[in-house]
C-alpha cells in the first residue's frame, strides 16, 4: 500500500510557541491531503481538506489562522500550530489520497504536547 | 444528515472465536464505505473499499461485506494480533472527504 510519513512523530513545545508538522506522500503524488485531530478515545476530526497550490478549506469550528496548511507540493503538506496552547495537545493525523474516490492513506501521527 | 454508526463499541473474543463488526449508515448518495484498523498512538492502516451493496471483499482472516444500510467487518478465527480499534468510514462527493464511525475496540485473549 501506499506509504505516507509524518515528522516529528512527537513533540513538546511551550505555550505561545509555534509547532510545524510536515505529511509527506513516499510513493504517490497526492492531489489531496487532510489533516485531522483525535482525542483519546474518540475518533478522527477532520481539521482541514488541502490541495495543491490552493488554500485549505477548513472544517466549521477550525480557526484558519491557528492552524495553518500549506501544500507546497503533491508530496507535502504542512500543518503549523501557532501560538499553542495546553487545550491545543493533541494526536494529529494527516492523510493523503490519489483523488476522488480514491482511499486515504494516513500517516503515523504526531504526538503533541503543549505546556 | 448523513451518519454512520457502528456496533458494539468494544468486543472482547477468544482466540479462534470469529465474529462479525457492524458499521449502519444513512448516507444519501454514499460514494465509498471503508474499513481502516487502528492500533493505539498510531494512524489508521486502510484496510477496504466498498463501492456498492453486495461487494465483498476479504484480506486474511478479514472480510467486508456491504448491503445498503450495513457493513459488515467479519474476522474468522481471529488471532491476539488482529486486536485493534476498526473504524468504518465513508464519503459522498467529489472532495474525498470522509466521515468516521466512533470505532470498535476489539481484543482478542489468548
Known amino acids: 500500500g501506499a506509504v505516507v510519513s509524518q515528522h516529528p512523530s512527537r513533540v513538546i513545545c511551550k505555550s505561545g510557541t509555534s509547532v510545524k508538522i510536515e505529511c509527506r506522500s513516499l510513493?504517490?503524488?497526492?492531489?489531496?491531503m487532510f489533516w485531522y485531530r483525535q482525542f483519546p478515545k474518540q475518533s478522527l476530526m477532520l481539521m482541514a481538506t488541502?490541495?495543491?497550490?490552493?488554500?485549505?478549506?477548513?472544517e466549521q469550528g477550525v480557526e484558519k489562522d491557528k492552524f495553518l496548511i500549506n501544500h507546497a507540493s503533491l508530496t507535502l503538506s504542512t500543518l503549523t500550530v501557532t501560538s499553542a496552547h495546553p487545550e491545543d495537545s493533541s494526536f494529529y493525523i494527516c492523510?493523503?489520497?490519489?483523488?476522488?474516490?480514491?482511499?486515504?492513506?494516513f500517516g503515523p501521527g504526531t504526538r503533541l504536547t503543549v505546556t | 444528515e448523513d451518519q454512520v454508526t457502528q456496533s458494539p463499541e468494544a468486543l472482547r473474543l477468544q482466540e479462534g472465536e470469529s465474529s462479525s463488526l457492524n458499521c449502519s449508515y444513512t448516507?444519501?448518495?454514499?460514494?465509498?464505505l471503508f474499513w481502516y484498523r487502528q492500533d493505539p498512538g498510531k494512524g489508521p492502516e486502510f484496510l477496504f473499499t466498498?463501492?456498492?451493496a453486495g461487494e465483498e471483499k476479504e484480506k486474511e482472516r478479514l472480510k467486508a461485506t456491504l448491503t445498503k444500510k450495513e457493513s459488515f467487518l467479519h474476522i474468522t478465527a481471529p488471532k491476539p494480533e488482529d486486536s485493534a480499534t476498526y473504524l468504518c468510514?465513508?464519503?459522498?462527493?467529489?472532495?474525498?472527504?470522509?466521515?468516521f464511525g466512533k470505532g470498535i475496540t476489539l481484543s482478542v485473549r489468548p
Open positions: 492523510s493523503a489520497t490519489l483523488g476522488p474516490f480514491y482511499e486515504q492513506y
Open positions: 510513493d504517490f503524488q497526492a492531489t489531496t
Open positions: 488541502s490541495n495543491e497550490g490552493s488554500k485549505a478549506t477548513y
Open positions: 448516507v444519501s448518495g454514499l460514494r465509498g
Open positions: 466498498l463501492y456498492s
Open positions: 468510514a465513508f464519503h459522498t462527493g467529489a472532495n474525498s472527504k470522509l466521515t
